[in-house]
């Protein structure tokens, strides 16, 4: 079955960086689309990134255009989301994204804290 499971996240002051990563397995993790997203306390869930599949090609939301990188490494079957010029408003839980089939497939989460 699909698993997904993300993991990097922690404290750390404004301005500074994390890299989250998030292990795939019981999907062909090459043949998908990947997206990053994330939830803020008391908010709804925000689209951050997408990664396709065929070439690459990445989008990011206005917010973190600039600031963060998504990638993927298909021999590992683990995508990545480097986040830099950390701001407290990037305080959330962040979750990696998988459409397949109709179907949404989401990880555990992991908690992102950007505090002085």
């Known amino acids: 079955q699909v698993q997904l499971v993300e993991s990097g996240g922690g404290l750390v002051q404004p301005g500074g960086s994390l890299r989250l990563s998030c292990a795939a397995s019981?999907?062909?993790?090459?043949?998908?689309?990947m997206s990053w997203v994330r939830q803020a306390p008391g908010k709804g869930l925000e689209w951050l990134s997408d990664?396709?599949?065929?070439?690459?090609?990445?989008y990011y939301t206005d917010s973190v255009k600039g600031r963060f990188t998504i990638s993927r490494d298909n021999a590992k079957n683990t995508l990545y989301l480097q986040m830099n010029s950390l701001k407290p408003e990037d305080t959330a839980v962040y979750y990696c994204?998988?459409?397949?089939?109709?179907?949404?497939?989401w990880g555990q989460g992991t908690q992102v804290t950007v505090s002085s």
């Open positions: 019981g999907f062909t993790f090459s043949n998908y689309a």
């Open positions: 990664i396709n599949s065929s070439d690459g090609s990445t």
């Open positions: 994204n998988l459409e397949k089939r109709g179907f949404q497939y």
